[in-house]
């Protein structure tokens, strides 16, 4: 509902019990990243651990959810276990319109249940559940059971963690309705520190649109352009694997764990290939009429008779590039094998693979040995892999649960760091140089999601640390006003600042259409000081030695300019979290 | 007399493009539930989706339960709805033998009037309004230029 003030639900899973809170900051913050930002400093408690029962889980959607398309995504915020720092996470499926229609802004659960417990809200009930008997039990199938637990199919969404997340991992991620995650910075952890299993969120409220004729030509004149325009064909099409080909081509491609950047065995795990031979059929966010999401199938014989079994396993650039390209798995149906195995233990497919991969190389360097992995795996290997995702989710031992907690800290304690593929946390499938690895490696996400690092990188001809680090702080900017309406990135085309103010001002957000640019710095300034309060310092953020040795289409990485983009960026970041706040628009 | 139908559902992406935009133009509300046409997974999102709808039935099982006229028998199926006649008994919905029709806990049954205006929506073509008695047009064809 448009309103001048957030409405928010805290929840206290201790007590079984939630409160609606009324809160100022609609001009200020807008929703998304800034509301997020604005719970974290009312409810956070930045000097204790992230698994303090009384740190907040935090959802959060935007003035426009809902009443734009592709207007789709949640932004979950929360202390991360990878770092202990304050953390975002986005994730879409049909968390954000049902959200939307429970008639919250936010939700912020605090506390811990007593038992493991599966919360459920809407717009007329609140209810937490024992389910002890959900505990341990994979991802998938927790799904299918709460969604037969729970009624209300297809106007709610169901997130749920699967045992990575209950192990405390710090690669643990939340699955929203099957296809779709809050991946990265291991939120899923923090849902099983507060032993919360699942969150089934039902959009059944409903209310009255903005009278007059603005918004239904706005809304028209947004979706015509989301649908009728060559825009949006790239992520509907082949879907962003599309970079796999692109990236592998240009030798951009991180490759068997980034010693390489090219290889033609990547052609088996192209995009092409994918939609050719795996792809099943499509699915979307609700909201969204794009519908980028892919589903690929696998069907794996189980019997000598004919007797088969078939997965459906959604697929993206990312997934099969820590699955596929960094453990040289270069068969299209054995890296959705492997991906349906990340998805049942819960765990961030990137990370994931990224670590595993680390750890075959560990392992042929002789820094590992059988006695930690407990497995002889080796590059190419998926079906060992498979087994190693399952150690890794179950924390099978002493390295698989340092190695849950981040690549870094494995390699702290084992050696092997100068070849840990981590940029703040494992790296994203870009290897197109500087730029991209000092916006992985200092961002607020520490995502390929955080700026265009991966674009300029493209695009630039000469090192230009000033022009570099100018267009990460405002690229930065304008998706973090992207991620406040909640829109998804890839709407970033159509939602340029001007019409975003257009479609505040006719739902009745007049003030804060007026004041989009300065509120656009805020929640920048805001989401920093944040993450500064919790102990991030980018002065201390190393490079490690594996991403030196790249070589591009350019050439060799260029070292210097590397140094001095991390010693400006870091800089730009602390005055951004320092400054006033105004945007410079 | 033209009916909405639904004739290639395989094809849907669970976008709910087409029940938002009933809610939103026809219903003039933000809502999943006030809409003639609202989608649901057939069974979990790894089975597709479903449409629920009004099929047309001729005659419509809803308008004989309805005690007041608010629901009367539309010519060539579906209902003609009067909202000003209807006392929110809930007969309809409980009357839908396709549980097609929503009671809103706060207002009145909503249902589809076979108006067409969500087809446009839909970006993979899974909607049709057609004359009564016609065969769909392009069932399991094609289109170019759908995505």
Known sequence: ?585 | MKILTAPRMERCIGCHSCSLACARLVHKNLSWDTAGIRISSSGGLSTGFEARTCLACQPAPCASACPTGAYSQRKGGGVVVKKSLCIRCGECARACPVDAIYLDPASEPYVCIHCGRCVAFCPHDCLELREVGAESGAAGEVREGAS
């Open chain 1, 1 to 585: 509902m448009i309103r001048d003030h957030f409405r928010i639900l805290s929840v206290d899973l201790a007590a079984g019990r939630g409160v609606i809170e009324n809160l100022q900051g609609r001009d200020t913050v807008a929703g998304g990243s800034g509301l997020a930002a604005m719970l974290f400093e009312k409810y956070g408690r930045p000097g204790q651990p992230w698994d303090d029962p009384e740190q907040p889980l935090i959802f959060a959607i935007g003035p426009l959810t809902g009443y734009f398309p592709l207007m789709s995504k949640t932004v979950c915020a929360f202390k991360s276990p990878y770092h202990d720092q304050y953390a975002e996470s986005h994730g879409g499926g049909r968390s954000a319109l049902s959200l939307r229609f429970a008639d919250f802004d936010g939700l912020v659960i605090r506390g811990k249940a007593p038992t493991p417990s599966c919360l459920s809200i809407g717009s007329r009930h609140l209810d937490l559940k024992d389910v002890h008997y959900l505990w341990g039990m994979d991802l998938l199938k927790t799904g299918k059971m709460l969604r037969r637990m729970y009624k209300g199919s297809g106007h709610r969404s169901i997130l749920r963690i699967g045992p990575a997340g209950e192990n405390l991992s710090a690669m643990a991620c939340i699955n929203v309705d099957t296809y779709r995650h809050f991946g990265r910075l291991g939120c899923g952890a923090v849902m099983g520190a507060k032993n919360l299993k699942g969150i089934v969120i039902m959009g059944d409220g409903t209310f009255p649109l903005p009278e007059g004729k603005d918004y239904p030509r706005l809304f028209a004149e947004v979706h015509r352009k989301m649908t009728d325009t060559d825009m949006m064909e790239k992520y509907h099409n082949v879907g962003t694997p599309i970079n796999m080909a692109v990236l592998n081509g240009i030798r951009a491609l991180p490759i068997r764990n980034l010693q390489k950047t090219t290889d033609p065995a990547m052609e088996g795990i192209s995009g092409e290939t994918f939609a050719r031979d795996t792809l099943l059929r499509n699915a979307a966010c609700a909201g969204c009429p794009v519908g980028c999401i892919h589903i690929g199938f696998v069907r794996e014989r189980f019997m000598e008779e004919n007797r088969y079994l078939y997965r459906q396993v959604s697929y993206d650039h990312e997934p099969i590039f820590a699955a596929g390209a960094m453990l040289q798995v270069t068969d299209a149906f054995s890296v959705l094998s492997l991906l349906d195995a990340v998805e049942r233990e819960g765990l961030d497919v990137m990370s994931a693979g990224v670590a595993l991969a680390w750890a075959t190389e560990a392992l042929e360097k002789g820094v590992l040995s059988t006695r930690e992995t407990l497995l002889p795996f080796q590059f190419g290997d998926a079906k060992a892999y498979i087994e190693a995702v399952h150690h890794l989710g179950a924390a099978s031992n002493d390295f698989y649960r340092l190695l849950a907690q981040g690549t870094s800290r494995a390699a702290g304690h084992y050696g092997g760091g100068d070849f840990a593929c981590v940029l703040g946390q494992e790296m994203a499938g870009y290897a197109t140089g500087e730029v991209f690895f000092i916006s992985q490696a200092l961002g607020f996400r520490h995502s390929h999601l955080d700026a265009g690092g991966y674009s300029y990188d493209q695009k630039s001809k000469e090192p230009d640390v000033d022009g570099a680090v100018k267009f990460l702080v405002q690229d930065e900017r304008a998706r973090v006003l992207l991620t406040s309406m909640v829109s998804c990135l890839f709407a970033r085309g159509v939602y340029g600042e001007e019409i975003l103010s257009d479609c505040l001002r006719s739902v009745g957000y007049t003030n804060l259409a007026e004041g989009i640019g300065r509120v656009a710095g805020t929640i920048q300034k805001l989401r920093w000081r944040a993450r500064l309060a919790t102990g991030f310092d980018p002065c201390a953020v190393s490079i490690p030695q594996r991403f030196l040795e790249i070589e591009t289409w350019k050439g060799k990485l260029d070292e210097a300019y590397l140094a001095a983009l991390k010693t400006a960026y870091g800089a730009a970041i602390l005055g951004i979290a320092g400054g006033e706040g105004e945007s410079d628009h």
